[in-house]
């Protein structure tokens, strides 16, 4: 455990579960589509009619969720070096919760894609807040740690995505899927109690009040000046790479999951019932095993930054990536050994951002550091949100084949090689003090 003050720890503990339910509204939407989709398109749930339809308008919402956490980050960042910490914090939090709780509302696709884009405006800026706040108000000598702790709220968001949905659309109102799905994207509301907290309970970190005082206004385009542009470049680096390896890995996560039980219940003879049976627990499997590995690999993060430097620490985890998807998809496994492999999967790279939220603090100067963080590490999502949509795209044509899904994912175990190569332009920051 590390030892803070009790302040210390209050703000650590409020862009903790910002950052947790940033990704517990970001991605409880995925959860409840198969329901939402064809309710507000009027057709049945769960006919040859939605089969098709959910991928394709799930790409699309996922992309523009994507896009829209690009802005959020392009947007707020600057905003957070020139009003503070505090203020952004909150506002980012409050939007994204009003933003998913507006979605249990609507009646048309339209509706649900202005509500998504309010949520992902929030759910961007939010990250570059928090991580500042917690870099610039923890000690120098605890600032790995801190960052790294920060990032084990991620897992949690998704863990808590799954319980909320399999308790409401799979237990409470599991008779009634046409209606389900909206007091499920209810629980959205719960971050804006956090930020009520923040306003109540939270101060500007002196570092930035200092800062402020005498700096001018931040501007995306002086992350880009020649001082900074081999920061940037260092940052975006190890970001793009990482974004697009885990939003490939998570998008596909479900496909991948039904399209193997599918199967397995087709070659064992399963009725309906336990077919659908089969479907969750396979799927909670992949999940809960992603989510398990990813809190061990954010957690080893504080060891492998310290002892090895930063650069060395990416060369693992990017390795690591590679090695884990080549061999979960590239191998002829049994298909339950390939869902228990999520876990190494979620060790790497999913593991791999728990350094993100010391990182990119430290390669810029105070009156940057929410831009220069807030726009390396959302506007790689930019790149992704075409990767997303096709995830639709693939689940059509697969229309639920598994080797489809396997060679497309055995091919994106070559992202995080390109990574490697790539490593001899990120910025080592071992033994660094966080520029003021």
């Not at 719960?190 to 930020?195: C, K, Y």
């Not at 940037?232 to 190890?238: E, K, R, Y």
Request: proline share 5%.
């Amino acid at each position: 455990m590390i030892k803070l003050t009790r302040y210390q720890w209050t703000v650590f503990f409020a862009a903790w579960l910002g950052w947790g339910f940033d990704i517990f509204d970001g991605l409880l939407f995925n959860f409840v589509a198969p329901n939402a989709i064809p309710t507000l398109l009027e057709i049945p749930i769960g006919g040859a009619e939605a089969k098709a339809a959910v991928p394709y308008w799930n790409g699309i919402l996922n992309s523009i969720l994507l896009l829209g956490w690009a802005a959020g980050g392009v947007i707020f960042g600057p905003l957070s070096d020139r009003f503070g910490r505090k203020r952004v914090l909150m506002i980012t939090m409050l939007l994204y919760a009003l933003g998913t709780a507006s979605c249990a509302f609507v009646t048309e696709m339209w509706q649900l894609i202005i509500f998504r884009i309010i949520a992902s405006l929030g759910i961007g800026g939010e990250w570059a807040a928090g991580s500042a706040m917690v870099a610039e108000v923890v000690p120098e000598e605890k600032r790995v740690e801190a960052g790294a702790l920060l990032y084990t709220s991620a897992p949690f968001g998704l863990f808590l995505a799954d319980f909320v949905n399999t308790e409401v659309a799979g237990n409470w109102f599991i008779h009634d899927p046409g209606m389900s799905w909206r007091y499920v994207l209810l629980f959205g509301l719960l971050p804006a109690a956090i930020a009520f907290a923040v306003r109540a309970f939270i101060k500007e970190p002196e570092r930035w009040t200092t800062a402020a005082a005498t700096a001018r206004p931040a501007r995306v385009r002086e992350i880009f000046a020649p001082d900074m542009r081999a920061s940037t470049i260092s940052a975006l680096i190890v970001a793009v790479i990482a974004l697009i390896t885990w939003w490939t890995c998570n998008a596909f996560i479900q496909a991948m999951s039904n399209s193997l039980s599918t199967a397995e219940a087709a070659r064992q003879g399963l009725d309906v019932a336990a077919t659908a049976v089969l479907k969750r627990d396979w799927m909670t499997l992949a999940v809960y095993s992603f989510c398990w590995g990813g809190l061990i690999g954010t957690l080893l993060t504080v060891p492998l930054a310290k002892m090895l430097g930063r650069r060395k620490m990416y060369f693992v985890y990017f390795a690591g990536s590679a090695i884990a998807l080549l061999t979960t998809f590239g191998l002829d496994l049994p298909p339950e050994t390939r869902l228990r492999m999520y876990f190494f999967i979620g060790l790497t790279v999913f593991g791999v951002f728990g350094s993100f939220t010391f990182y990119l603090p430290e390669l810029y100067p105070t009156r940057l550091r929410s831009t220069g963080s807030g726009f390396c590490y959302n506007i790689g999502r930019v790149v992704t949100a075409g990767g997303v949509f096709a995830v639709g795209m693939v689940q059509n044509v697969a229309q639920g084949d598994p080797a489809v899904f396997l060679r497309t994912m055995f091919v994106i175990g070559f992202v995080p090689i390109l990574g490697l190569l790539l490593l001899p332009w990120v910025i080592e920051t071992r033994g660094r003090t966080m520029p003021d």
